[in-house]
């Protein structure tokens, strides 16, 4: 899966063939004002143009609010009606709990609303600008972005609104392989809205009844899709793949030496970890935080396609045991963050095995696999690890952010972090306190990050998600092979290439892919295929457009 | 502050009088129904029966839907067109970047709004349930919460929304008082699914522009208000206040031993931390991930109101030092869990200075009334502190979640936990770097938080964050006055009185406020005014309830 300039790691829905020729804004703007034939149109022109010059671009916008007045007599809360508010007279304090703020409160929202669904519309049309793109200091003179004493109107912060939109990467663009985290989910972005208007902490059962439900479902769903027996075991979702690989190392550290919870690391041997030189920074950045150290994070060779080599790492484990070291955690990766490489699950578990110490599968990237019966023999073995971490939020498109960490066995995560707080976690309620998960985690009040995985899966069943990611392993081949024999690839050896054409994608906003170097390895693009939006077409244009960005090169 | 049975911390706009006698859900629809003259109100109806049976609730949505079946000809996308759609022959493939997806996507995404918006007002609406409490296993069985392989319709869909929201507890209601973070701010809700429509990261300025620049300039305006001069120093968003203190420990610890990032706990001596005995969880919590282990962390006395008593600590300071370990880190509260007492900040300040210690407040609780000329006084000295947690999420009612961690050292939280990775923070990228500042955090990949609290206080303003939070103090004191010379409850000396009550309250589902034990008192109500809602008939209304469910014990 390799190539100079490019790595990749593995979209779905086409949607139309994309224009080859990028378009002005105003060009743009027309043909999408021709596609809707009411005021939506009109709306994505003031989007568009709205931030250039806050003050005067709310003109057009007010002209055509106003080119509307008569209210369309439905008595919805819909834009018809919107005419009769003008938002320059109304502040915050206009809004719910005020007094007869119902009609207001809903008008402001739907305003708002509006304005996003102009930008989601706008964000997957391949025409548009995957990125306005500004250096800091244009982009703080661009706009008042300054806070001050006195409020502003409504009609400000709609403004505001835009010019936010307007200045942000479109990261649901189909052309947008950036991170490992792209594509905009319709489901999940409804989930999303859901859960911030439910406004409530994982914490207890009693605040967030159904949610500690639903992560109940789900977590036990992705431990039976692991292969662990009947779903048995713990869980929890964490505010990103850093920190749930940072509990798996807690866990791994409080299972061997519980004394460490109560007297710390001086109460303990020196202990050890390894995983291998392509780990993600967060395996080195937790060693740090718990106090092992970084010089106690052992990297283990990998070969050239940049997995684990297990010989190393049994090497390297018995050498640390001689020097009087405790090896107690091994971090495999199931999709390597620059490679998307796969360490061999089976062969670590077997060492792991014969010398006691922790498996964790690191699966942030390439966990999703699992839900693809072509793919998942990739990561074969993960049913033995210790713990895992999986990121809905990656491969999957779940909207950032979904982190889980699977952990087989049960109860463990409790006694490890439990305080016991009181004033939270009252023994004395009237229900079933095993619902109460908030002693397990590290935080104390937890973002509800649960209801859009699982009202995208019930939306697309285990065989949407299959498909989907069947799909970007797909387009990833289709890559592979189309330049694998192209002329200019293979010959990038100047390391200033890749930041170049990097460089002026962000300044065209065509498209935008990461670069790095690895190793011995000069810059190259990584390419990230995990845009659900993506099509082939969509990779043909990536070659061309990095072929025309680096031609004088 | 403190009576026995009751102990409150700390709301805004009144709405109107709210009924003392909760009616039935059916006599609250009709009234709803007649308040709206058109299909909003039926919505609302709808909203309160689905779930109950999800399949027969469906019928009547269908109903209102089809009795409105032509469209208002105004084009736009709003309920007038929903009626031609039919979304049980619709699954999620069908909408973006399905192709044609966008009137699909525009009208399935209003749908939702809709569910959403009879939601907020019905939450605000005093004569609804707090709370359709059930038990975790009669929740199980009252809908179906599975995950299967198939996918369902967007019909099926938009059931799990409304069902999802049936169960939910109305955090925004204004009789709810059980937890530190209450209300919903509409701006801040505004700007939490805007948040989620843009779906992306906060590690680098090239996926988060406009959320990059918002974080700094949010970040700059509060250490300006901690008094730091010219609001220099530095900060981040975290998942909340316990990752927050964790952070503060960790800088502690790097400050005096930056050795221990590389060489871990092993290579320094015993390190000692103090708190009070009334301080959060989060810092034994910390001290027992970060291998300083909970037995390193010395409680403090508190007096009788629940303030750290600084001799006290000075001695522990002493007796800690004649022992060998070193003393590294005081955590002072401002605004505790339980009393929400504020620690002595200036006394405490003087003696970090003589011993050489870091010194952090825990405001996430009470670090909100440095946003108040009258109240900020309780805070005095935390100018001297070298970091603070403040939790916007909490007192300004910011949706959760919104913690931040501010350090009054420039660059030590880059030096602490950088680790450089090079797939992200290239140093060859064609911008100023220091906007890229996720190699700052913990985390990898971090959730935009800022968007929500920039954005409130552009709509309301310092001083409209003033005057909430004068208000919720307003609230606290009328409810002290009230209750200090009321009969039954001085008398509280039955612990079991309180989780019976609260028991009640929720299977009534007529308000909220939690409860708990602390030191040698028996249980009590913790009475919590942040909710922006609440309002002094509410605080009457409590009363009332309390005694009513209370009579008969």
Redesign the interface.
């Known amino acids: 899966m390799a190539s100079h300039g490019f790595w990749f790691l593995g979209a ?5 063939n994309g224009s080859q020729s990028p378009n002005t804004p105003r060009a743009w703007c027309q043909a999408a004002a021709q ?6 149109g009109s709306k994505l022109c003031a989007l568009l143009n709205v931030g250039e010059a806050e003050k005067t671009a709310q003109a057009p916008v007010k002209a055509e609010d106003g080119s ?1 007045a008569e209210s ?9 009606s919107k005419a009769t508010v003008c938002f320059s007279d109304l ?3 206009d ?5 007869n ?2 009609a207001k ?2 008008n ?3 305003e ?6 102009a ?3 706008e964000s ?1 049309d391949r025409s548009t600008k995957v990125i306005d ?5 244009e ?2 003179q661009r706009n008042n ?8 109107t ?1 009609d ?2 709609l403004i ?2 835009r ?3 307007k ?3 479109k ?2 663009h ?1 052309r947008y392989f ?2 490992l ?1 792209t594509g ?4 999940g ?6 859960t ?6 994982m914490f207890t ?6 949610f500690v ?2 992560e109940y ?2 977590l036990k ?1 992705m431990r039976e899709i692991i292969g662990w027996q009947e779903g048995h075991g713990d869980g929890i979702f964490s ?5 749930s690989n ?1 509990y798996a190392m ?1 866990l791994a550290r409080y299972k061997m030496f519980p004394e ?8 303990v041997p ?1 202990l050890v970890a390894f995983t291998s030189e392509h780990s ?3 395996i ?2 937790g ?10 994070v052992i990297c283990i060779k990998a070969d050239e396609r940049g997995k684990m080599i297990p010989s190393d790492l049994e090497r390297r484990i018995v050498e640390a045991k001689q020097k009087g070291y405790v090896p107690f955690f091994v971090s495999a990766t199931a999709g390597t ?2 490679y998307g490489a796969f360490d061999p699950l089976m062969a670590i578990a077997d060492i792991c095995k014969k010398h006691d110490i922790w498996m964790h599968v690191d699966g942030a990237w390439g966990g999703s696999l699992l839900m693809s019966r072509k793919h998942r023999w990739k990561l074969n073995g993960v049913e033995r690890a210790n713990s895992m971490t999986w990121n809905p ?1 990656k491969m999957m498109a779940v ?3 979904c ?1 889980a960490l699977l952990v087989r066995e049960e109860g463990l995560m409790q006694s490890c ?1 439990q ?6 976690f ?1 023994q ?5 306190l095993s ?1 109460d998960t908030g002693d397990k985690a ?7 990050d649960i ?1 859009k995985l ?11 998600f299959e498909a989907q990611i069947d799909k970007c392993l797909e387009l990833s081949e289709y890559l592979y092979n189309k330049i694998k024999d192209r002329e200019g690839y293979e010959m990038v050896f100047d ?2 290439v890749a ?1 170049v054409i ?2 002026r994608m ?1 300044e065209y906003g065509t498209t935008m892919v ?5 190793g011995d390895k000069v ?1 190259f693009f ?1 390419m990230v295929i995990s845009n ?2 993506a099509t082939f077409e969509d990779i043909d244009f990536l070659i061309e457009e990095i072929e025309r960005l680096g031609q004088d090169l």
């Open positions: 779905e829905n086409a949607s139309g596609k809707f034939s009411g005021g939506i509307t369309c007599g439905c008595n919805k809360p819909c834009n018809c502040y915050a304090t809004l719910l709990p005020a007094l703020g119902d409160t809903m402001f929202l739907q708002v609303v509006d304005i996003m669904l930008y989601i519309v997957f793109f500004h250096y800091p200091n982009l703080l972005w300054e806070l001050s004493d006195e409020p502003e409504l400000d912060i505001s609104c010019a936010t939109l200045y942000a990467i990261t649901a189909p950036n991170q985290s905009l989910d319709m489901v972005l409804a989930a999303d809205w859901l911030s208007t439910a406004n409530t902490n059962y009693e605040v967030a009844p159904v439900l639903l479902v789900t769903k505010p990103g793949g850093a920190i940072m807690l460490v919870k109560e007297k710390g690391m001086s109460s020196r993600h920074f967060s080195k950045k060693a740090a935080a718990l106090g092992i150290g970084t010089e106690s963050t620059v939020h909207p950032l952010q982190s972090n305080m016991q707080a009181c004033y939270l009252q004395d309620k009237q229900y079933d619902y590290l935080q104390c009040g937890r973002h509800v209801f699982w009202l995208m899966w019930r939306a697309k069943g285990t065989i949407g390391g200033k930041p990097k460089a962000m990461s670069y790095q170097p690895q810059n990584r659900p939006a």
